[in-house]
């Protein structure tokens, strides 16, 4: 009977332990999703993981890193600098994934409980370094096309007025501003805008309404929004429309990870905001 019971008792460890792991394996699989695919932007846009094959244009190297599951998890709920906080576009399920994923794929511990101490400082300084970064180049709306030639003063042409184009004439829709704002955190890894913004990974977006397509000074464009400038090409509220809707699709050739807002709403909201964040 001992025999007996001890026999059942394995068979049910070893059950428990199956269905654990498996859960676990679910978990990992799901992280790593939301790391290449569901996150918007994604995380793989920013930072880079062998094993999500990511190589990003403004974060650290995680790999490197090694940030825990808690420090992860924090950042991503919380956000962090340039990082935006993903509580309103992620689950809990999905950011405790990513954040297991993360740590799993770079060999750090589960938890700050069996976490080793990063090689580089404190856990707030390993969070504070998750979004360090140093601009590369890129397009209107986070090109970071890598060893691309400066748009020269003879090349390019002048940056076309916003008044001119008669942005001032058409009234700003407050309520399309704030939603827009809330849309617009999904951009703030690569673009910045209002007073004192600066190029990052993609340009200042202050005026890009009505601006000439691959115009903003000081920055570097591929060849496709370069020769869409030359053009005459001009970021119209139509050509915003279908940029931000499939970046890669309406402009071929443009190294924008980001793979387009799924909302036409969210489109018409986000381009009434960066009009009211004119030059």
Same mark, same amino acid.
């Given at each position: 009977?001992? +025999? ?40 793989? &846009?920013? !930072?880079t ?16 890193l ?6 992860? !998890? ?11 906080? #993903? ?14 994923y ?5 060999g750090?511990?589960? =938890?700050?409980?069996?976490? =080793? ?6 856990e ?37 007025a916003?008044?001119?184009?008669? &942005? ?22 690569? !673009? ?20 000439? &397509? ?6 570097? #464009?591929?060849?496709?929004? +370069?020769?869409?400038?030359?053009a ?10 279908? #940029? ?5 699709? !309406?402009?071929?050739?443009? +190294? ?6 799924? =909302? ?6 986000? &381009? ?8």
């Amino acid at each position: 009977m001992r +025999k007996l019971d001890s026999r059942f008792g394995a068979v049910v460890i070893f059950c428990a332990s199956t269905t654990m792991v498996a859960a676990e394996e679910a978990q990992l699989e799901l992280g790593r999703q939301v790391f290449t695919e569901t996150a918007e932007p994604q995380c793989a &846009i920013c !930072h880079t993981l062998a094993d999500a094959e990511a190589v990003g244009e403004v974060g650290p190297i995680l790999d490197d890193l090694k940030p825990t599951a808690d420090v992860v !998890h924090a950042a991503v709920l919380n956000g962090i600098g340039s990082m935006p906080s #993903y509580a309103e576009l992620l689950t809990e399920e999905e950011i405790a994934a990513v954040a297991a994923y993360v740590a799993a794929a770079t060999g750090a511990a589960a =938890s700050e409980g069996t976490a =080793s101490p990063p090689a580089s400082g404190t856990e707030a300084e390993v969070v504070e370094s998750l979004t360090s970064e140093e601009p590369s180049d890129g397009s209107d709306l986070a090109d970071t096309t890598q060893a691309e030639a400066e748009v020269s003063e003879e090349q390019a042409p002048a940056p076309a007025a916003t008044a001119e184009a008669g &942005i001032e004439a058409a009234a700003l829709d407050l309520a399309l501003v704030g939603e827009g704002e809330g849309v617009f955190r999904r951009c703030v890894s690569c !673009h910045e805008v209002g007073e004192g913004a600066e190029n990052r990974v993609g340009p200042v977006l202050n005026g890009v309404v009505e601006r000439l &397509i691959g115009t903003y000074p000081d920055f570097r #464009y591929s060849d496709v929004l +370069k020769e869409a400038g030359l053009a005459g090409r001009v970021w119209s509220v139509e050509e915003l429309s279908a #940029y931000l809707a499939d970046p890669q699709e !309406h402009m071929p050739g443009t +190294k924008m990870s980001f793979p387009g807002l799924r =909302s036409d709403d969210d489109i018409a909201a986000v &381009i009434e905001f960066l009009r009211s964040h004119a030059e």
